[in-house]
């Protein structure tokens, strides 16, 4: 078996860093996350990981990033039944990247520059589905309404959304999401 090149050992160290930084941000926010506990817990020197990122920004602008979802154009009842299928992914076991972004974006004012760009492009792509006058407006107020079931559930720990199943919160979302399509 061939030794891995210096490349290799170089991505798969940088790819370690990340994925450790992803967890930390996840589970303590951009504050309480440093970058000697990164190093420690990837098992590098604290100065590899500026060697790789060059600041602690850097590092977390890097691991809450997440890949947009497809541009395609969505009339209004698809566009409902996508939202309401991202439940199960919300309720459930959330990539660390958007556990981190979440848990950061109230206290971290970069964060919140990050998450207004992200849920920005997530508007904006809702908004071209919608028939009807205030689309954009419509579209913020459905994107917001799924955030804040994702809070509640994963950050807040509310025992009323813990409780259900991602299939009986959708029922009842359903038609406050219709009302907000149909403008």
């Not at 450790?20 to 996840?26: D, G, K, M, S």
């Not at 100065?47 to 060059?54: E, P, S």
């Not at 848990?103 to 992200?118: C, D, F, I, K, N």
Request: net charge negative; hydrophobic share 45%.
């Amino acid at each position: 078996m061939s030794e891995l090149s210096r490349a290799e050992r170089r991505q798969r160290t940088e790819r370690r860093i990340l994925d450790t930084a992803r967890e930390l941000f996840a589970q303590r926010g951009f504050e309480r996350t440093t970058i000697r506990a990164v190093a420690q817990a990837a098992e590098v020197d604290p100065a590899l990981v500026m060697q790789y990122y060059g600041s602690k920004q850097r590092l977390f602008d890097a691991a809450v990033r997440v890949a947009e979802p497809p541009a395609g154009e969505a009339g209004p009842e698809e566009l409902i039944e996508e939202l309401l299928g991202s439940l199960d992914v919300k309720l459930g076991e959330l990539p660390p990247a958007s556990l981190a972004m979440m848990r950061s974006m109230l206290t971290h004012p970069e964060a919140a520059a990050s998450a207004r760009g992200v849920l920005g492009r997530q508007i904006e792509r809702v908004g071209r589905s919608l028939p009807g006058e205030r689309a954009r407006l419509r579209a913020a107020l459905m994107t917001m309404i799924m955030l804040g079931v994702a809070v509640g559930h994963q950050l807040l720990e509310l025992d009323e959304l813990r409780d259900v199943s991602p299939e009986d919160i959708a029922r009842l979302l359903r038609p406050c999401l219709q009302a907000l399509s149909e403008g």
